[in-house]
């Protein structure tokens, strides 16, 4: 039995030694729902142009339970998301708090913050219509509305509508009509459906390439990763299949949703949290954001990428406040159940 | 082979010792802690942010609970027929390659779910080679044209599930036929008993508490699975606790559904140790005798090959191979020095993870043969292990919230009286994870250690006792030894289990902290396959050595013995 002690013995010194005090030290930490490989080159730039290093922790969920629960003794300072969801939830909870910051406020657009500062939108996508160039013609649909015409029976592809994506969606159609028409909408749009919703948006473009539906609802962003993709060229092949249709370019604009930041309520390091969200809300860094992940950049007056300019050019967003769709996000999950729209 | 408690139960010593207590102290302690994180989870299920039944009972539920029955019925059947199926055959018969299925049939158990279902999809979908070489064979243009089995759907999550998990069974089987008497079986030969009547009469009742440890971690797998079923849009319960958690910002309502889905677990559990209360059984020391496999030939011996090929052709090569090859065309874009610092993260993790499982769980497997007839003992032991069936990132809620408690009331203590923060001492490190594996694992440690240790005859204990030994030395000189197997395969599967583990490691980890399973859930997220292909094949790999090592110490356990 002298092994097995001594591995008790090594796993219980393992244990004693992983516990490490914070330190006050030059340093910014992290806890994000964005996953590392799509912030790590900002954040070594952060690092490199500052001195200032980061630390990051990344998950798609619990992370802000953490935070909430770690309390006044949490050491992260920012919280950072891949959309408006997490930074509503955090708000209504108390968990991140406000920063005044004129160069925050210059560079973000008011609809891409919140009024009190507690967060800040750093990229933008549009929620788009992917459409067949060979099935669907110019002009053929034009607003999300008409994704409910019966004339699309059968052609349409899309993921979960329990996806945060399709649920941000969602709470806008609520807020541009109201519950009731957002009901049957989504009624009539589960009615078009080509196939269960399934998959994450590149599959859905990949349907349509593969002929299984005309139409697919996707993000803005994965059109540029498909149409550069190295690794796997056949995305090319799905990305040059579809055009992309911005939707309600003659009234309210396309949906638009945002990756952003938030200070959170007991940052030990809070003073470089906040030089950190203005280093990516800053030029350079929104650049960079448009030319790796193909986002829009929330500052206005950045150059786009070259893929944004050919594909994507200019377009109208809605410009809804994103902090009155948070609230309408549990509605429109209710919504999705009531239809039964993923059965 | 049927007796009473009464008359098996090793009574108390009259004159309770201090020793004694230790145990009955030790397991008390090891299971409250184990507790505490389901408990922390009942406590969120206090305060739901809106009463979501009425929402859920008039739309969903009915599919979530549907779904669920129908996944852990397919789950449980499928990895019974090949898990019990192959056991027997490697156990009692000879034919060509036994020798390699005897442990290949335990490779599946390396792959962790959520990367078979991503092989798979890749491999059968639309634009996967296999449709691929069908439309180039029959000229079909589009998916219109032919009919294909979906495999994002309930049926190919069975599949998947199955495929991973029926490992589980195949082990605990395997150990029960090897343990099991010869004589017996000789015994109900010369009875007149075909081979079949021989199994389904004899050994197959002996193997039933095995069989129904293996069988409840599957169905305890199944019901926490999440990565599966989300991939392939299958709605169970699991998915409805993500739902209303994180869309429907109500984290209390998700923990009411968990917590029910445990319940749910309990009764399922409390019926099958109904259904077998009545058998308690015993080995006397009389395994010594060789076992004599029948050798198979033709058809025979072909069909037990095939039978025990499909499994780990599917289960493993498969994936195995698609994983390596997609590691080797992007080698020089994918290796990086992290990798090794990935891999001994997951190595470190898993081993402290499961030697400690091991610990407690010989602990309390123990406390309850020395006081057996205390009943809130054995329920507590009991409920240390639901841990297992909840999924796994409303278990990290449930580390984080004791641990963080702890933390900042140890960090409010040291500033009043000493002026001095202490921070966070436990969250946020790799005690954090380690403490959800072991709670998380410890049903399989247990369900090893307690069925290996029910079959020592109470008879040793007497002897040992009266021989002078005390209850401490009694276990390391009469029962470790003994159990030796046992407790080997406690540790292999809970230590592959770590390996795989992906969504507690993600929630509780430390800041630029990464193991292979985080690196893998990293770009497999994003249906980047091929990115993560090396790290899923070192996890695979790095599971795989001792599944090995440890199938052969346990046959070889066997062989010595006959020997």
Known sequence: ?343 | MKAGTATLAYSPPRQPRPRLAGWYTAAWGIALMVALPVLAVFYLALFPDENIWVHLASTVLPVYVITTLELIIGVALLSILAGVGSAWLVTMYSFPGKRLFEWALLLPFAVPAYVIAYVYTDLLEFAGPVQGALRALFGWQSARDYWFPEIRSLGGAILMLSLVLYPYIYLLTRAAFLEQSVSLRDASRLLGCTAWQSFYRVSLPIARPAIAVGVSLVAMETINDFGTVDYFAVKSLTAGIYDTWLNMYNLGGAAQIASLMLVFVVILITLERMARAQQRQFHSADRFSTLQPTRLTGAAALAASTFCLLPVLCGFIVPFSLLSWYASSYLDQLWSEDFISYASHSFTLSLGAAVLSIVLAVILAYAKRLYSEKRALLFAVRFSSLGYAMPGAVLALGVIIPLAAFDNAVDDFMRRTFDVSTGLLLSGTTFAIILAYVVRFLAVSNGAVDSSLSKVTPSMDMAARSLGHSASQTLLKVHLPLIRGGLMTALLVVFVDCMKELPATLILRPFNYDTLATFVYQYASDEMLERSALAALLIVLVGVLPVILLSRSITATRRQNNG
């Open chain 1, 1 to 343: 039995m002298k092994s097995s002690r001594t591995l008790l013995a090594a796993a219980t010194l393992t244990l004693a030694g992983t516990a490490s005090f914070a330190q006050a030290a030059n340093e910014v930490n992290i806890y994000s729902y964005r996953q590392a490989f799509l912030i790590q080159p900002l954040l070594e730039e952060f690092s490199k142009e500052t001195g200032i290093q980061v630390n990051l922790v990344t998950g798609d969920k619990g992370l802000l339970e953490r935070l909430e629960h770690e309390g006044r003794n949490s050491p992260a300072d920012i919280l950072l998301t891949a959309e408006v969801g997490p930074l509503y939830d955090a708000t209504q909870k108390g968990l991140v708090s406000a920063v005044q910051s004129d160069v925050l406020n210059e560079s973000i657009p008011q609809h891409y913050r919140d009024p009190e500062g507690r967060w800040f939108g750093l990229t933008a996508r549009s929620r788009i219509i992917y459409a067949s160039k060979d099935r669907v013609q110019d002009g053929e649909i034009k607003t999300y509305e008409e994704l409910a015409d019966p004339k699309w029976k059968g052609r349409i592809c899309t993921r979960s509508g329990k996806h945060t994506y399709n649920l941000s969606l969602i709470a806008s159609m609520i807020a541009h009509h109201d519950e009731a028409y957002a009901e049957q909408w989504l009624e009539d749009l589960k009615a078009n459906l080509a196939r269960k919703p399934q998959g994450n948006d590149r599959a859905q473009v990949k349907a349509v390439k593969e002929g299984v539906c005309d139409l697919a609802l996707g993000n803005s962003y994965y059109f540029g990763k498909m149409l550069t993709n190295e690794e796997q060229p056949e995305q090319k092949e799905w990305a040059q299949s579809v055009n992309l249709v911005f939707p309600n370019q003659d009234d309210r604009g396309a949906h638009m949703n945002i990756s952003g930041a938030a200070v959170t309520q007991h940052a030990p390091n809070r003073d470089n949290a906040i030089k950190l969200i203005e280093f990516l809300a800053a030029e350079k860094a929104q650049k960079i954001y448009a030319e790796v992940n193909s986002e829009f950049p929330v500052r206005p007056g950045t150059p786009n990428s070259a893929l944004i300019e050919e594909y994507m050019g200019n377009f109208k967003g809605d410009e809804i406040s994103l902090s009155e769709l948070g609230p309408l996000r549990a509605t429109a999950s209710r919504l999705v159940d009531k239809v039964g729209f993923d059965n």
